[in-house]
């Protein structure tokens, strides 16, 4: 006991304050409304779900529910909530908070652009499209204040997973009634995890403090200060000054040889898009064509190690497969599909080509165009935008192909297929609509939901999957990082 007592008072005596490095300035902390991949690192160091994927054994757990029971034939979860769960003010944490949650997230006036991952549920999907006015008949249920009761409308296997995405955490009705837009804001905000958000200094950095109400961990770290470093050199001159104890968005060819280097166990994929609305591409054999003109193993530079050559979209990581679901490369078999489109190459004709403005992606844009150009005698003009211009001109559906990458938000295969069917993701880049992809996704059929939008439609072309990695020093213990590349600092030490 004393030696116990001991051991709790030097570790509060050692606590100290963590210098890490953010890429940008949040715009929202939001999380059932505008929260994108830019904002993530501080909600998911603030915030909990009802299960999380524990690192390095990446294995899912129970993080603010005690347990969830499903039914026989999985169409029903009832989730109970941890007794001791409460938020940073001491109230304790209830199933209504998520039923709260769920119902923001599915108001047609959401702002989030994920509510589709709560269309399995039932009438979900009726709610956000006002086919249902009554939140009482979507199947999400507080049936006692720590039980959460979850119905679906096709079995589903690993739901539980779903909820450690953001938009699925907790929220307080109470204070967002309260305080309005500004109820996420620092020293306002009230979080259901291991940090608080403290403080807030615009364009220069976030301050975290530890919930006092958060269950014992193993950290040592009292506060987290977010430092707001988009320049790389920048952030790495503060990693060698030993300011940052570590550090991500390194340069993967240079560092993952180096002894402070780690992987991060990254789930994305990049891909070549086609918007199968507008002309030429709504026609299937001109798709084709271009497809078959492609020369996947020509396109990556070799000094580029973190990229791997993608044959199906989902990684093998979430579905190990061997098998080449992708229209495979074949000249005289692009030229005949050509032929057969009935699309007519007149002098001016060509083709737009969206990409991302940085290496390697715009030096791999640029050869995929001089293959179809050889191919095909079809001129590509490349359109490369840094990222938010990428994003603005995307979304007009101005182009004819993009290469585009996607991150799974929830660590499994289905996150891979959301993104390319109308029937979940509303802002479908592909314009793709087809019952028989969906039907195969909320089916659980995988192999089936990549031969149709492959193979079969080819809307769709696998080019790479991606890895990355950190540089961390020696003293620093029990830092890991999530399937999206977001550093979880619950357990960090520093000794």
Not at 223 to 248: G, S, W
Not at 266 to 280: D, G, K, T, Y
Not at 408 to 431: C, E, G, I, Q, W
Request: aromatic share 14%.
């Amino acid at each position: 006991m004393v030696f116990l007592l001991a051991l709790l008072l030097s570790t509060v005596a050692e606590a100290k304050t963590l210098h890490v490095r953010a890429f940008t300035a949040p715009m929202s902390l939001d999380w059932t409304g505008q929260v994108t991949i830019a904002d993530a690192p501080l909600v998911v160091n603030l915030c909990e779900g009802l299960f999380s994927f524990e690192y390095p054994l990446e294995k899912l757990t129970p993080e603010l529910a005690s347990s969830v029971t499903k039914s026989k034939d999985l169409t029903e979860y009832t989730f109970q909530i941890r007794a001791d769960a409460k938020w940073s003010d001491g109230r304790s944490i209830y199933a209504q908070d998520f039923v709260d949650a769920w119902q923001r997230l599915l108001s047609p006036q959401s702002t989030s652009i994920y509510s589709y991952y709560l269309f399995d549920i039932v009438n979900a999907r009726e709610y956000y499209n006002k086919k249902t006015t009554s939140f009482d008949d979507v199947g999400i249920h507080a049936t006692k204040d720590k039980t959460l009761v979850v119905k679906f409308k096709h079995p589903q296997q690993n739901w539980e997973a779903t909820t450690a995405f953001w938009p699925l955490f907790p929220v307080r009705k109470d204070l967002i009634e309260k305080f309005g837009n500004n109820w996420w804001r620092a020293g306002t905000l009230v979080s259901s995890g291991p940090f608080i958000f403290s403080s807030y200094e615009p364009g220069k950095n976030a301050t975290l403090k530890r919930n006092p109400y958060y269950r014992k961990t193993l950290s040592n770290i009292s506060d987290v200060e977010m430092d707001f470093v988009l320049d790389r050199e920048e952030a790495l001159k503060k990693y060698n000054e030993k300011y940052f104890p570590f550090i991500q968005g390194i340069p993967f060819e240079k560092y993952n040889n180096d002894k402070e280097f780690h992987p991060i166990p990254l789930l994305r994929h990049i891909i070549i898009a086609f918007n199968s609305e507008r002309f030429p591409f709504n026609n299937k054999l001109f798709r084709l064509a271009i497809l078959s003109s492609i020369d996947r193993g020509q396109l990556m530079p070799s000094e580029y190690q973190q990229f791997s050559k993608a044959t199906a979209l989902i990684p093998p990581a979430l579905y190990p497969s061997k098998e080449d679901l992708s229209v495979p490369y074949d000249p005289a078999k692009a030229k005949e599909y050509l032929d057969q489109s009935g699309v007519v190459l007149g002098k001016e004709f060509k083709i737009s080509f969206l990409t991302g403005f940085g290496e390697p992606f715009y030096g791999i844009s640029k050869k995929i165009a001089s293959q179809i150009e050889s191919v095909l005698k079809i001129n590509v003009d490349v359109l490369a935008y840094k990222n938010q211009e990428f994003e603005t001109f995307s979304n007009l559906g101005e182009y004819n192909m993009l290469m585009v990458s996607w991150t799974a938000k929830v660590r499994t295969a289905k996150d891979f297929l959301f993104p390319y069917s109308n029937a979940y993701m509303a802002n479908n880049r592909t314009h793709f609509n087809s019952e028989d992809y969906d039907h195969a996704i909320e089916n659980g059929e995988f192999k089936r939901a990549q031969e149709i939008i492959e193979k079969e439609n080819a809307i769709i072309h696998p080019l790479f999957f991606e890895k990355t990695g950190f540089l961390a020093r020696p003293n620093i213990k029990n830092l890991y990082f999530d399937h999206r590349g977001l550093p979880l600092l619950k357990d960090i030490v520093e000794k």
